[in-house]
Each structure stands twice: as structure tokens, then as C-alpha cells.
């Protein structure tokens, strides 16, 4: 690969790996915004030296990271994306599989970030997210028995207490531990009366918020997290000791 002035140096002895650094470099920084083209294969050959092979490999590097997303076709080639919060579940899935790991074990993980996420999310939230949370709830009421929408407002449910605490480390690490651990992806059904109980389990952590009590959200949060492990050991109980798997 041949250096160009004012350009950055991508010597080394993996040149793709280099080069796709170097690309993701606008597109972390928010320089290049989502729905945005990046340049063709040609033009990355031109203004980084690179051959075909590298600038390909590069762009598949970006890829499987979830930055950019590969389009054939007139008016395709690589569109920059943001990568969702649960992105890391498959990568961390892989290894849990290699690691040995079971579904009690991620649970486990769970219960020891997820309280401390509504914690903070205590501390920190607003009344219009404390609205959105009482809005989730009041379409799992309306809709008791509905599958399709308990999964949707479960997930919208634990994805707003995470983003209300305002803790970027801890959202990501919950959110790829749900993806993994939920137990709706591994074959869990919920009765109409089960899904009530959730619907009230989400209406405690709420008032602790609304009343902006930190231990009682926690408390809540681990009593409602608890009481799905207990379910699952009841009327699943191969679950918890079934291995992660990377896919199902």
C-alpha cells in the first residue's frame, strides 16, 4: 500500500485491518452520519494506495462490526449504520459457548447489573420518560394474553430503564445480557395472568421512580428479575442449565 501525503500511515502487517480502522474513524466520530455513502472500491483504492483484495476485506472488517452495511447494485456499495445496543450479544454468545457457559449463568449477570441500572435510572430520570414507562405498562394491560405485544413492551420496558440511567457502559452490557438471557428467545410463553404480573412487577419499579427512591427501584428491579428466574425454574426447569448457544 503506497503512503499519500496528508493521509495516515497504514503500514503494519495486517494493511486491511489498518485501513478499516482508518474508515471507522469518521463514522465513530459522527463525522459520517448513519444513511450516508462511503466511497466506492475504486476511490478508497486510489486515495489510500490499497489494492482490491485490501479495501474489501476492510469494508467486510466494518461490516460484521455493524458500521457499514454492504449494498449491491446500482446505487449500492458500503452505507454507514449504527450498530444497535444489543449488537455485542453474538460475539459475546460465541464465546459464552466456548467459555461454557449456561443461561443461569447469564441470568446471574443480569441480577447483579440490572437493579443497579434502576438505581440509577432513580436518580436520574424525567417525567417524560417516567411517562413513556407507565405508557409500556398501560399497552401490556390493554393487550393482556397478546404474545407479540408483551414481547414489545417487555423489551421497550427494560430498554427505557436502561437509557434513563444515563450509564452508557452499563446500558450496553444489560442490553447485550438480555439479548441473551430472554427467555421469550429461548421458547418461554406467558399466560394472560403471568403477564398481568409483569405489568405489576414494571408498575413497582415505576413508583419508585415517580417517588425518586433509589433503593426501592433497586428493590423492585431484583424482586421482579427474581421472580422470573423462579418461573422459568418452575415451568422450565431444563432452561437454566441449558448451555448459551451462539444461534438458536
Same mark, same amino acid.
Given at each position: ?6 493521509? !495516515?500511515? *497504514? ?14 474513524? !469518521? ?52 452505507? &454507514?449504520?449504527? !450498530? !444497535? ?9 460465541? &464465546?459464552?459457548? &466456548? ?16 437493579? &443497579? ?15 413513556? *414507562? ?43 445480557? #438480555? ?14 395472568? #403471568? ?36 418461573? @422459568? ?12 448457544? @451462539?444461534?438458536?
Amino acid at each position: 500500500m503506497t503512503e499519500r501525503p496528508g493521509q !495516515p500511515s *497504514l503500514r503494519g502487517p495486517k494493511t486491511s485491518q489498518r485501513l478499516a480502522h482508518v474508515l471507522a474513524q !469518521p463514522i465513530l466520530s459522527g463525522t459520517v452520519p448513519p444513511g450516508e455513502r462511503l466511497p466506492n472500491e475504486q476511490a478508497m483504492m486510489a486515495l489510500y494506495g490499497a489494492g482490491r483484495p485490501t479495501v474489501r476485506e476492510a469494508l467486510r472488517l466494518l461490516e460484521a462490526r455493524g458500521l457499514i452495511t454492504l449494498k449491491t447494485g446500482p446505487g449500492g456499495g458500503p452505507i &454507514v449504520r449504527r !450498530p !444497535p445496543k444489543d449488537s455485542l450479544s453474538e460475539a459475546l454468545s460465541l &464465546v459464552l459457548q &466456548v467459555e461454557g457457559a449456561s443461561f443461569a449463568d447469564v441470568t446471574d449477570a443480569r441480577m447483579a447489573l440490572e437493579p &443497579v441500572l434502576a438505581r440509577r435510572a432513580a436518580e436520574r430520570i424525567d417525567d417524560a420518560r417516567i411517562a413513556e *414507562l407507565e405508557d409500556s405498562v398501560a399497552q401490556l394491560r390493554a393487550n393482556r394474553g397478546g404474545h407479540e405485544v408483551f414481547v414489545t413492551q417487555n423489551q421497550r420496558f427494560h430498554g427505557l430503564v436502561a437509557e434513563a440511567a444515563h450509564s452508557v457502559v452499563l446500558d450496553v452490557f444489560v442490553s447485550t445480557l #438480555k439479548a441473551i438471557a430472554d427467555g421469550v428467545r429461548v421458547g418461554v410463553q406467558y399466560s394472560a395472568r #403471568k403477564q398481568s404480573a409483569v405489568a405489576d412487577a414494571h408498575q413497582a419499579v415505576i413508583d419508585a421512580f415517580k417517588a425518586r427512591d433509589p433503593d426501592r427501584a433497586e428493590a423492585a428491579m431484583r424482586e421482579h428479575l427474581a421472580e422470573a428466574e423462579r418461573y @422459568w425454574r418452575h415451568r422450565y426447569p431444563e432452561l437454566m442449565t441449558r448451555p448459551v448457544q @451462539w444461534t438458536y
